[in-house]
């Protein structure tokens, strides 16, 4: 009798677990074959209308820089900005907003918004990659919560982690 509950109990456990495997499986295929959440859109939209009034703010620059978001990038970047002749853009990659919506909007917007007003700046300083003292001022001046040089693992880990 004691095996017979065991048993029924392993079934059960097992039956439930694939039920959330498959779930999980679901969301997965549907994040990767769908456009971001409008939530997570308007949540961008709000942070760039920000960043780009700290910008004319502190910078006296109205330039309305695109964010584009990329499903083709790789998975070691965040984001990047872009400048082509005289347009600067900033990509940011969905995969990572499955990851940490909360870093990539408060953290990773703000670090390539500041790449992009270096841009728009005329300095194009390759030193330490981009990362100056000149950009990491831009980026506190554009409220970034982390202005490094680049995301460390720990800092998703940690805000992963964080229950408030």
């Not at 970047?77 to 940011?92: E, Q, R």
């Not at 790449?115 to 990491?136: Q, R, V």
Request: proline content about 2%; hydrophobic content about 40%; glycine content about 2%.
């Amino acid at each position: 009798m004691e095996i017979k509950k065991i048993s029924n109990i392993f079934l059960f456990i097992t039956i439930i677990s694939a039920f959330f495997l498959i779930y999980l499986w679901y969301k997965d295929y549907k994040f990767n074959n769908s456009a971001l959440d409008e939530k997570i859109i308007k949540k961008i939209e709000a942070k760039t209308r920000e960043l780009k009034a700290l910008a004319y703010k502190n910078y006296n620059i109205t330039y309305n820089i695109p964010i584009i978001i990329s499903d083709k990038m790789k998975n070691n970047l965040f984001g990047m900005a872009i400048f082509n002749k005289k347009d600067v853009a900033i990509y940011l990659n969905k995969n990572r907003f499955k990851e940490n919506l909360e870093y990539m909007i408060e953290d990773t917007l703000p670090h390539e918004y500041a790449h992009a007003i270096m841009f728009l700046l005329g300095d194009f300083s390759n030193e330490n990659a981009g990362h100056t003292l000149k950009w990491e001022n831009i980026c506190k001046n554009l409220q970034g919560k982390r202005c490094d040089r680049f995301v460390t693992h720990d800092d998703i880990i940690i805000e992963k982690t964080n229950p408030f």
